[in-house]
């Protein structure tokens, strides 16, 4: 359109963009002939186009009468050597972004009104062209940001600071800093700057020690990121240090945590720079990096509040029943072995684990007349007793961190064929951690001293689980504990198998629950009753 408005026979385009030095490079020029239409692609200084670079340089159309004598190499390649042409500047936010040029074969046929027409129509073109600039950048700025939507999720998916640091530079590189390696560096326990992660190298960085006053360590130390270009030039460039993790062109952001610059996030490649939308994507990245791996961290705080807990409960059943230390821990063992050759799920194991270390949390509840009692129990003794399910379950709800023990505390003396208590559950309908540690608990009773008898030992306790297996006992679980105690008995000269004490007695002390009347039924249902 503009060449029919001009009377023109060819039309070009020319792109450029700034150096350093302050010269201007070709980026691309697109040469339209009026036969094919054909674009050519051409990059050089502009040194050897005098009138374009005025152009661009004044931001002002200029008119050429004699393309050959004026010796211009664009407006040669161009228009084909001769002639004469108009260049004028495409103007995008009051500079030239490029120029268009429009040429005829024949000398001098160029006037004053195409100079104005083509500085307008420069403008319009120019317009549309800043136009389309930010629709391109903005199209890969939402391309780019939904791709550190996904990585951020993944980076929130975990509450494990290590696995938070490894997806973070993991994913980061291979969704958005393509062709870079990186690492995420973070004080250690003796304050010293150390790789937590790293990706994209021959060999993995973690662990390594950095210096304080290098690239990373700056960045922790003032709170701000970096834009690299040579990191070599860095005035606290640290050769021993930056040359482990720098390639070439590199951006580095802080990571906050509590309010405070706790680590850096640094990508780096040998060759191709960095855009100022990479330094944007790092540092989102970074601070939800570092909001992660504060979160991270409160977690593994409250969990640790969570299982001393656990802990001081169990032990708190400990002092209060003298025939059963230890036996908390006993039962909370075997139930995490039975639980693990299930395959259960790391949160379910987790969850019947501290299940089985407060199993006996009801006893708390109990009279000590009664749980420290050196003879059988009567009945209404033992009415009591069986109360300890309900006991332990009630005070384990009003918790909320164990809340989702409290099923399992409240089951465990279930049978499997419906004859336990206090419900009366059976099979499937006993939670499976509750029929888990319900195994454990009979295996640690069995095999602790009594008052009134010595221990029965692991032969006796594997023909006890064979016998019971079906009636008391899941037959899944009751043969995976057998299993178990076989494998420990082949392997207790490697040192893996139970602790026992002299003579391969255990020391450990527990009484097993019988009623004084009925002994009849006592021998009939309650023989399996290990408790």
């Known amino acids: 359109g503009i060449r029919d408005l001009v009377r023109s026979r060819g039309l070009g385009d020319v792109y450029k963009r700034q150096k350093e030095d302050g010269g201007i490079v070709i980026e691309a020029i697109k040469k339209f002939g009026s036969a094919d239409n054909t674009a050519c692609g051409y990059e050089g200084d502009l040194g050897g186009s005098r009138q374009v670079f005025s152009v661009l340089k004044e931001n002002k159309a200029r008119v050429i009468d004699d393309i050959e004598s004026c010796n211009d190499e664009i407006l040669g390649f161009i228009s084909g050597g001769s002639g004469s042409a108009v260049a004028s500047p495409l103007i995008v936010k009051g500079s030239a972004e490029g120029a268009i040029l429009i040429f005829r074969r024949e000398k001098n046929m160029y006037r004053k009104s195409d100079i104005e027409l083509m500085e307008l129509m420069g403008e319009q073109v120019g317009a549309l062209l800043h136009s389309r600039m930010l629709y391109d950048e903005m199209k890969n700025r939402a391309a780019g940001l939904e791709k550190l939507m996904n990585l951020i999720l993944s980076v929130e998916s975990t509450l494990d600071e290590k696995h938070i640091y490894e997806t973070a530079i993991r994913a980061g590189i291979s969704g958005i800093f393509e062709g870079a390696s990186g690492i995420i560096a973070a004080a250690n326990e ?296 076989k494998s420990e008995k082949e392997n207790i000269h490697a040192g893996e198998g139970l602790s026992e004490g002299k003579g391969g007695k255990s020391s450990k002390k527990r009484v097993r629950v019988v009623f004084e009347e009925d002994k009849k039924a006592s021998k009939n249902k309650n023989d399996g009753l290990y408790s």
């Open 190 to 485: 003796n304050n010293e700057i150390e790789i937590a992660a790293s990706f994209g190298y021959r060999d993995d960085l973690s662990g390594r020690v950095l210096s304080s006053v290098g690239a990373a360590g700056w960045v922790i130390r003032n709170s701000r990121g970096l834009f690299v270009k040579d990191y070599k030039r860095l005035k606290f460039y640290d050769r021993g240090s930056d040359d482990i993790y720098l390639k070439g062109p590199s951006i580095l952001a802080p990571v906050q945590k509590k309010g405070r610059t706790a680590g850096a996030i640094c990508v780096t490649r040998q060759n191709r720079p960095f855009s100022k939308e990479d330094s944007y994507f790092l540092t989102i990245l970074a601070t939800h990096v570092g909001i992660s791996a504060e979160a991270a961290g409160l977690y593994e705080n409250v969990k640790k509040d969570y299982i001393n807990t656990i802990y001081a409960l169990a032990a708190a059943v400990d002092a209060k029943d003298h025939y059963t230390h230890g036996h908390s821990t006993t039962v909370m063992k075997y139930s995490v072995k039975i639980a693990e050759h299930l395959g259960l799920s790391a949160e379910e194991v987790e969850t019947i684990k501290y299940a089985a270390l407060l199993h006996d949390i009801g006893k708390i509840g109990i009279s000590e007349a009664i749980i420290n009692k050196p003879a059988k129990l009567t009945k209404e003794e033992y009415t009591v007793m069986k109360m300890h399910p309900q006991l332990g379950a009630n005070i384990i709800v009003k918790i909320d961190s164990l809340r989702k023990l409290a099923p399992l505390v409240l089951a465990h003396h279930e049978w499997h064929n419906g004859n336990g208590y206090p419900l009366g559950l059976r099979g499937e309908e006993i939670p499976r951690g509750a029929r888990i540690i319900s195994v454990a608990d009979a295996y640690s009773t069995m095999t602790s001293k009594r008052p009134y008898r010595d221990v029965m030992g692991n032969d006796f306790a594997v023909e006890e689980f064979k016998k019971y297996s079906g009636t008391q006992f899941e037959p899944e679980i009751a043969g995976i504990m057998v299993d178990i105690l």
